[in-house]
């Protein structure tokens, strides 16, 4: 079993950052990788970076340049970096663990998430 708990949502204005935490427990040795979601009201879930345990990562293309995946493997937390926050940001951002294409790195099939954190872009 792995815990995923993320953190650091909250309300910004647009133009802001933030840092979401996803903080991993339990069995995370077969963790292989971890993927950040968003989901909008009333949108589909959208994929929105992973980093693997080697290290490697992969954004989607239409956030590449203002949001970045990155770990801290001695705190077991994977963080998301979102800079220059718009209003269609606005989402509750999960993350979750499983299986991943091995040339995008999104997610085939969801083995754990989070509960997810809110976050709320004001224009």
């Known amino acids: 079993q792995v815990q995923l708990v993320e953190s650091g949502g909250g309300l910004v204005q647009a133009g802001g950052s933030l840092r979401l935490s996803c903080a991993a427990s339990g069995s995370i040795a077969i963790i292989r990788a971890v993927a950040w979601y968003r989901q909008a009201p009333g949108k589909q879930r959208e994929w929105v970076a992973t980093?693997?345990?080697?290290?490697?990562?992969n954004h989607a293309d239409s956030l590449k340049g203002r949001f970045t995946i990155s770990r801290d493997n001695a705190k077991n937390t994977v963080y998301l970096q979102m800079n220059s926050l718009e209003p269609e940001d606005t989402a509750v951002y999960y993350c979750a663990t499983g299986p991943m294409n091995i040339a995008t790195l999104e997610l085939y099939e969801y083995d754990y998430w989070g509960q997810g954190t809110q976050v709320t872009v004001s224009s």
């Open positions: 980093i693997t345990s080697g290290g490697r990562t």
